[in-house]
């Protein structure tokens, strides 16, 4: 069974910095892909970063990029997100998600997604 | 990159209504789209895939039809557990979600 456990989340001030992790069983790490997405309170949901199955790729939303950094350990089944200079807008409840690769390996899609570890950026 | 758009953003139905979502890219997308269920206070579930292929363990009242530019998402006859927001997704872009409720 497929199982992803995020944690990490919690409150911070604006400007600060927290480290998210995500866990994963039930499947090989190491050949998927993998993303975080987020939802602000009450409002929909929103990629921020993905890595590829080595880690040797990453990809950022404009939102994120410079700010966040995503990295994985295959030895430990285990995704990161590093998160610098939060902002307000950054407070939401941020997902790990296994992505499925299809189309020539052009496009992807979220087959399994973790609880959600939640963000509060606030003084 | 590429823009999402659902419609409508909210809607109001019957038990047992025919309920139709629709979501445009703007820019072709062959088939590259996948549809995600999120009930009140819990984590988004894929629905479909490839606009069209149900994902395992998902009622067959669910279906995903288009190609190109529009699709749609259409539950045959809806149900109380059917409450929820839907989101169709490509690539890394996420639609902004239909909220359906029962009337």
């Known amino acids: 069974e497929v199982q992803l456990l995020e944690s990490g989340g919690g409150l911070v001030q604006p400007g600060g910095s927290l480290r998210l992790s995500c866990a994963a069983s039930?499947?090989?790490?190491?050949?998927?892909?993998m993303s975080w997405v987020r939802q602000a309170p009450g409002k929909g949901l929103e990629w921020v970063s993905a890595?590829?199955?080595?880690?040797?790729?990453?990809y950022y939303a404009d939102s994120v990029k410079g700010r966040f950094t995503i990295s994985r350990d295959n030895s430990k089944n285990t995704l990161y997100l590093q998160m610098n200079s939060l902002r307000a807008e950054d407070t939401a409840v941020y997902y790990c998600?296994?992505?499925?690769?299809?189309?020539?390996?052009?496009?992807?899609?979220?087959?399994?997604w973790g609880q959600g570890t939640l963000v509060t950026v606030s003084s | 990159d590429i823009q999402m758009t659902q419609s409508p953003s909210s809607l109001s139905a019957s038990v047992g209504d025919r309920v139709t979502i629709t979501c445009r890219a703007s820019?072709?997308?062959?088939?590259?789209l996948a549809w995600y269920q999120q009930k009140p206070g819990k984590v988004p579930k894929l629905l479909i895939y490839?606009?069209?292929t149900l994902q395992s363990g998902v009622p067959s009242r669910f279906s995903g039809s288009g190609s190109g530019t529009d699709f749609t998402l259409t539950i045959s006859s809806l149900q109380p557990e059917d409450v929820a927001s839907y989101y169709c997704?490509?690539?890394?872009?996420f639609g902004q979600g239909t909220k359906v409720e029962i009337k």
């Open positions: 998600a296994k992505e499925v690769r299809y189309g020539g390996n052009s496009v992807q899609y979220f087959d399994y």
């Open positions: 039930g499947f090989t790490f190491s050949s998927y892909a």
């Open positions: 890595i590829s199955g080595r880690g040797g790729s990453t």
């Open positions: 820019q072709g997308i062959s088939n590259y």
């Open positions: 490839a606009a069209s």
């Open positions: 997704q490509t690539s890394w872009t």
